[in-house]
């Protein structure tokens, strides 16, 4: 019978199961979105990363953000390790004190693929 | 004298101490927006919404997203849960079935965010 071909092998309700219609984040993609998002969903690297960004040029010294974040200096600095290791800023040694900087574009990437991947876009 | 007048109490490099020329994130809206990039910050949910967000509507059964993601439906459901918990998903059963949509407007809320906050602005 024709209809053999059509049907699927085990019966399934009949709402399920719709393939996605639009291309979708890939394993690699999405192993490494994790990982910077991980680096970055923590309140005080957040506000780290806001002040740094708030500064001219988008360079702080580590000297500057102890303060606002009432920490104590090995936590912002254990924090801003992790920062540096997820590749959103960069860490520079000028005198006694360490210099962080914004990467240019490491934040953009990642609303980039955001708005890509995760929300939900208009039917062609 | 009257260089005394400029000079710090306590000596400190020159560069050492600048205050933040653009408003930051409140601490507030950093534990907000903390919490949501935590949910965000996994493979396999990064992978659910991308799928979910790709289905028609933004909606997807919970059957839809098994096998894609390769992980048993256990899994699968504690990960949406945790999608669901944070606001980034509601959750339908209908017969058998559970569905998942995405909330409109909660991945751009991040990004605005993100946008505003943790990126470098053209300086005034």
């Given at each position: 019978?024709?209809a053999m071909d059509l049907l699927p092998v085990v ?114």
């Amino acid at each position: 019978m024709a209809a053999m071909d059509l049907l699927p092998v085990v019966s399934e309700p009949a709402a399920c199961c719709t393939p996605a219609a639009a291309p979708t984040i890939s394993a690699d993609d999405a192993t490494r979105l994790a990982r910077t998002l991980k680096a970055m969903a923590d309140p005080t690297r957040l506000r780290l990363l806001s002040l740094i960004a708030a500064h001219e040029g988008g360079e702080a010294c580590v000297c500057d953000l102890i303060e606002p974040v009432g920490l104590s200096q090995p936590t912002v600095s254990h924090h801003l390790k992790q920062l540096t290791e997820a590749g959103l800023v960069t860490r520079e040694k000028r005198g006694v004190w360490a210099y962080f900087t914004i990467v240019p574009g490491a934040v953009d990437a990642v609303t980039q693929h955001l708005g890509a991947h995760l929300t939900v876009h208009a039917e062609g």
